[in-house]
């Protein structure tokens, strides 16, 4: 198994980013997807997830409305639109699934920097 992210970057506030996460090893389109984000000295969170068909997608109360989680099972890639980016959106991003009830994957991640 293993996640890929990409996309991350240094950004000013208000800009967008659009975050991939490219899966392999496993039946992605089996599987509900998650993105988690941890700033320093933060727990790491949840941002958003999606349902393995992408019909259902929930998100953090911080990011609603600026940020969309989608996915693209013919391609196995996770994604995360973010809009009016702020300086508190500044974390490692992370893509997130878990199999069964004692499997749990972490991708390595991805820096997002938003800062004048």
């Known amino acids: 198994v293993q996640l890929v992210e990409s996309g991350g970057g240094l950004v000013q506030p208000g800009g967008s980013l659009r975050l991939s996460c490219a899966a392999s090893g496993f039946t992605f389109s089996s599987y509900r997807m998650s993105w988690y984000r941890q700033a320093p000295g933060k727990d790491r969170e949840l941002v958003a997830h999606?349902?393995?068909?992408?019909?259902?997608?929930n998100y953090a109360d911080s990011v609603k409305g600026r940020f969309t989680i989608s996915r693209d099972n013919a391609k196995n890639t996770v994604y995360l639109q973010m809009n009016s980016l702020k300086p508190e959106d500044t974390a490692v991003y992370y893509c997130y699934f878990v199999r069964g009830t004692n499997y749990s994957y972490w991708g390595q991640g991805t820096q997002v920097t938003v800062s004048s």
């Open positions: 999606i349902s393995s068909t992408g019909a259902y997608r």
